[in-house]
């Protein structure tokens, strides 16, 4: 089994789900955009969902990466929150077919367990934020918010990503995920750090 194969496959599913949004993906019509047949497909791919599995695993390995480095890099927690957002919008943009999985609209009708793969890929970003938050609120000599305020906190944060991604999806890649998010950025940062 060849990795270059593996690689194609997926760089043409990703192109694949990008130039034909809002669409259904076969794996015949896969097969001939690769330029094999389907039984060779399936000789580097047991299934479709192998296919998603692999570009989630690159999904995990770039985005949590990248934010592994914010973290050892940066101190503040509304620029380690600014960047974690942003290195998720500037994923999705440069990545718009894996934005269609992120989003879930192309799992539709594909095993659950992408569904929740998807899921915890979104639950992880949230658990960090909520870390980041937590870590100031401690460090913080203003009167400290409840837990329920930062979990809050951070699930606004992490929604407002999603909306961000799903409004760049569902405009066929037309209405850019990060063109608004340094002002949201502003208004949300307000908000969550100001002191009172």
Same mark, same amino acid.
């Given at each position: 089994m060849s990795a270059g194969r593996k690689q194609q496959i997926l760089e043409v599913l990703? !192109?694949?789900?990008? +130039?034909?949004? /809002?669409?259904?993906?076969t794996t015949a019509s896969l097969a001939q955009a690769v330029g094999v047949s389907e039984a060779a497909l399936y000789r580097h791919f047991p299934s479709k969902a192998k296919m998603f &599995?692999?570009?989630? &695993?690159f999904a995990e390995n770039a985005v949590f990466g990248l934010i592994a480095t914010i973290l050892a890099e940066q101190i503040s927690a509304?620029? !380690?929150?600014? @960047?974690?957002? +942003? =290195? *998720? *919008?500037?994923?999705?943009?440069?990545?718009?077919?894996?934005?269609?999985?992120? %989003?879930g609209d192309i799992l539709l009708g594909e095993h659950e367990?992408?569904?929740? !793969? #998807?899921? @915890?890929?979104?639950?992880?970003?949230e658990a960090q934020l909520?870390?980041?938050?937590r870590e100031? =609120?401690? +460090? +913080?000599?203003?009167? @400290?918010?409840? !837990?329920?305020t930062v979990n809050a906190a951070a699930? *606004? #944060?992490?929604? #407002? %990503?999603? /909306?961000?991604i799903g409004l760049f999806v569902r405009s066929s890649f037309r209405l850019s995920p990060t063109a608004l998010w340094d002002d949201q950025w502003a208004m949300l940062e307000r908000a969550l750090f100001s002191v009172n």
């Open positions: 990703a !192109r694949e789900l990008e +130039s034909k949004p /809002g669409l259904r993906l &599995d692999a570009l989630i &695993d509304p620029t !380690r929150c600014a @960047q974690i957002g +942003s =290195v *998720l *919008l500037q994923f999705a943009e440069r990545n718009p077919g894996i934005a269609r999985i992120l %989003i367990r992408l569904r929740a !793969r #998807v899921a @915890q890929f979104f639950e992880r970003i909520r870390q980041i938050l100031a =609120v401690a +460090s +913080s000599t203003r009167p @400290q918010p409840d !837990r329920a699930n *606004l #944060v992490t929604a #407002v %990503i999603i /909306g961000r």
